[in-house]
């Protein structure tokens, strides 16, 4: 594998299960992002790893739970989610999380469907 | 707040030559970078400009006027494959990125 993969590349969820998104990173990056991208609006960054500390989280609902055990993996453990969650997410990564030129690699991203 | 506008979609014709303007207002400034991104398919790199003037990259260009806060992606000698969204981003203060929308470019034949 290269790149940033991601799993599972679809997922329809009910508002009561938990189910839980991956991200590995083959880059030897020490950043990695979550983003939320829904039909016709920004990007919204969800979170940021940087060295595996959390250093950014924008409001995010505590459904959407991050993970990060070690610098290649970042998890989003998902939970009694709403229907307005159905998305595409995006998982990226960067060399680091702190210098100017951050070009981002993006996975192909998880098409979340929430019913 | 932090604001970066671009065209929702664009039309243009294969073999012909398309400008993508972009303009952001953010809380400082440490470079602008656009993405193509394919449908069903991630964001992938295009260019970064954090100085004023035009970059070349092959058919693809990217102009930046950090006084005027805008920026143009221009595509030349357009191809179908063309055919996707291109991103703006800005990296702000924090160098975190603030997304555009995108900008939806549909080539005919």
Redesign the interface.
């Known amino acids: 594998e290269t790149g ?1 993969t991601q799993t599972p590349r679809h997922l329809v969820m009910g508002m009561t299960n938990k189910k839980s998104l991956k991200c590995e990173q083959h880059l030897g990056h020490n950043a990695m992002y979550w983003y939320k991208q829904s039909a ?4 919204e ?1 969800m979170f ?1 790893y940087n060295f595996k500390e959390q250093t ?1 989280n924008n409001s995010v609902p505590s459904r959407f739970s991050p993970e990060c055990p070690n610098s290649s993996h970042l998890f989003l453990h998902l939970h009694t989610l709403q229907p307005e969650d159905s998305a595409l997410y ?1 998982c990226a990564s960067s060399q680091d ?13 998880t098409r979340l469907t929430v019913l | 707040g932090q604001n970066i506008d671009q065209p929702t979609e664009m039309t243009a014709t294969e073999g012909a030559i398309v400008q993508i303007n972009c303009t952001y207002q953010t809380s400082g400034f440490n470079g602008l970078f656009w993405y193509q991104q394919h449908a069903g398919e991630a964001p992938t790199f295009l260019s970064y400009n954090v100085l004023d003037g035009l970059e070349e990259k092959g058919r693809f260009s990217s102009f930046l006027s950090r006084s005027k806060g805008y920026s143009y992606l221009l595509l030349k000698e357009l191809q179908m494959k063309d055919s996707a969204s291109y991103l703006c981003a800005v990296s702000d203060s924090n160098y975190q990125l603030i997304w555009g929308a995108g900008t939806k470019l549909i080539i005919k034949p």
């Not at chain 1, 016709?40 to 990007?43: D, G, M, N, V």
């Open positions: 940033v016709k609006k920004p990007l960054l940021v950014e995006l999380g702190e210098r100017t030129y951050n070009e981002q690699f993006f996975g192909p991203g």
